[in-house]
């Protein structure tokens, strides 16, 4: 089993910066992918960002691209997401989520959830 427990949300003025971490408990999370969803009031929840057991490679949807950095320290077992000139629409609860394998952006594919951390984004 895998807990996960995400923080760092809060309000955050639209062009400035937060930083989401995900602490991991439990099973080692070293060779899992792990990725970023976020929803939003009314709306399902989506894809953000997604990464690799080592790092390597990521994954973004086109909306966050050149914006938001995933990024991960096994040895703290933590996932991080740096949230760079965030916009109004990025308002969300935010989850980070675990599988074994591949990264991908399929929501059902992950076997893991934190309780999410809410994102509010002031214009």
């Known amino acids: 089993q895998v807990q996960l427990v995400e923080s760092g949300g809060g309000l955050v003025q639209a062009g400035g910066s937060l930083r989401l971490s995900c602490a991991a408990s439990g099973r080692t999370i070293s060779t899992y992918a792990m990725g970023w969803f976020r929803q939003a009031p009314g709306k399902e929840r989506e894809f953000v960002a997604t990464?690799?057991?080592?790092?390597?490679?990521?994954d973004y949807t086109d909306s966050v691209k050149g914006r938001f950095t995933a990024s991960r320290d096994n040895a703290k077992k933590t996932l991080y997401l740096q949230m760079n000139t965030p916009k109004p629409e990025d308002t969300a609860i935010y989850y980070c989520?675990?599988?074994?394998?591949?990264?991908?952006?399929?929501?059902?594919?992950?076997?893991?959830w934190g309780q999410g951390t809410q994102v509010t984004v002031s214009s």
């Open positions: 989520a675990a599988k074994a394998g591949v990264p991908t952006a399929t929501i059902s594919a992950y076997n893991y």
């Open positions: 990464i690799s057991w080592t790092g390597g490679m990521t």
